[in-house]
C-alpha cells in the first residue's frame, strides 16, 4: 500500500504527517473510503505516539521531582506547615458559587420536542463521526457516553486541535475533563455554558437533554463560524 495511482498519500506518506489539524482537513476533504480509513489509522497512531511522549516526559519529571524534594527536605526539616489556611476560605466560597451555578444549569435543560427525532439521530451520527479517530470515545448515545467528559474533549478538539492536549487527558477525571471542553468551546466557538461540570459528576450519567441541548448549540456556533460545512442545522 505506497504510492496510488489516483495522486492520493499512500500510509507511510501520511504516517509521517505530525500535524493533527492538517490531517482532520484531509479527513473532511476525502471522499473515497480507503482514503479515509488510512486517515482515520494516521490520526489515531498520531494520538497514540503523543500520549506515549507525554508519559515518558511526565515520568522523566516525577522522576526529576523526586531527587529534588529528597534534597531539599535534607536541607530544610521542617519549613512549610501554616500555610495552607488560606486555601479554606477561598474552597468555601467557590462551592457556594458553584452551587448557585448548578441550579441555574439545571434549568437550562428544555424537554425534547416529539418531532425532533430525526434531528436528534442526525446530530449523533455527527457527533460519532467526528470523535471516530479519538481513542477512549464511543457515543452511543446523549447520556452515558458523555460521562467521563472524554467524548466532549474529543469532540472540541477535532475543530480546535492546538486548543489543548488531548492525548494527556485522563476519563478518571471527569470534572477536569468537562471543565476544559466548555471552557474550550466557549472561548474558541463561541459556545455559552449551558452545562456545569460540578453539576454532571453528582449524576450517575448526565441528562440527554442536557447533553443534546450543549452539542446542538455547539454545532450552531461552529456552523455561524463557518467550520462546518452544511446547509443542514441539527
Not at 531527587?67 to 457556594?96: A, F, I, L, R, W
Not at 460519532?128 to 464511543?138: L, M, Q
Amino acid at each position: 500500500m505506497e504510492t496510488k495511482m489516483d495522486g492520493s498519500l499512500s500510509s507511510k506518506e501520511l504516517a509521517s504527517i505530525e500535524d493533527e489539524e492538517e490531517l482532520n482537513k484531509m479527513l473532511d476533504t476525502a471522499t473515497d473510503f480507503e482514503e479515509r480509513r488510512m486517515i482515520r489509522a494516521a490520526l489515531r497512531d498520531l494520538l497514540k505516539k503523543k500520549r506515549e511522549k507525554r508519559e515518558q516526559e511526565r515520568g522523566s519529571r516525577q522522576q526529576d521531582l523526586g531527587k529534588t524534594d529528597q534534597s531539599s527536605m535534607n536541607q530544610q526539616p521542617t519549613t512549610h506547615k501554616s500555610q495552607q489556611s488560606p486555601s479554606s476560605s477561598t474552597s468555601s466560597n467557590t462551592t457556594s458559587g458553584r452551587a448557585s451555578t448548578a441550579v441555574a444549569s439545571s434549568q437550562k435543560c428544555p424537554s425534547a420536542a416529539p418531532n425532533a427525532k430525526n434531528v436528534k439521530q442526525m446530530l449523533l451520527d455527527w457527533c460519532r463521526a467526528k470523535t471516530e479517530p479519538y481513542e477512549g470515545v464511543d457515543i452511543q448515545n446523549f447520556s452515558s457516553s458523555w460521562k467521563d467528559g472524554i467524548a466532549f474533549c474529543a469532540l472540541v478538539h477535532r475543530f480546535f486541535p492546538e486548543a489543548f492536549e488531548y492525548s494527556i487527558l485522563n476519563p478518571n477525571k471527569p470534572r477536569d475533563n468537562f471543565q476544559l471542553a466548555f471552557s474550550t468551546a466557549e472561548k474558541m466557538a463561541g459556545c455559552p455554558p449551558l452545562l456545569d461540570a460540578e453539576d454532571l459528576v453528582r449524576m450517575q450519567e448526565p441528562d440527554w437533554k442536557c447533553v443534546y441541548t450543549y452539542i446542538q448549540e455547539f454545532y450552531r456556533c461552529l456552523v455561524e463560524k463557518g467550520l462546518v460545512k452544511t446547509k443542514k442545522r441539527p
